[in-house]
C-alpha cells in the first residue's frame, strides 16, 4: 500500500487503521483536513501520518521523490 497524497492518507486512517485513537491518530486526521483547508501543508501532513503509523506500531517504509 502507498500513500501519494493527504487524500491517501485520509482514506487509510479512516477506513483501514489498526488504531483509531491516540494523540498522533487525531493529529493527523487534522492534519489532513487543514491541507485541504489550505492552512497546512502536505509535508506537515506527512510528519503526522507518520507519527501515527509510529504510534500504531504501523510498519512503514519511507521513501523520497525527487
Request: some cysteine; glycine content about 4%.
Amino acid at each position: 500500500m502507498s500513500v501519494n497524497t493527504t487524500k491517501d492518507a485520509v482514506d487509510i486512517l479512516t477506513s483501514s487503521w489498526p488504531q483509531k485513537e491516540g494523540n498522533a491518530y487525531t493529529n493527523a486526521i487534522q492534519i489532513c483536513a487543514d491541507v485541504a483547508a489550505g492552512i497546512a501543508t502536505p509535508d506537515q501532513a506527512r510528519e503526522a501520518f507518520i507519527g501515527a503509523a509510529r504510534e500504531a506500531n504501523v510498519p512503514i517504509e519511507i521513501s523520497l521523490a525527487l
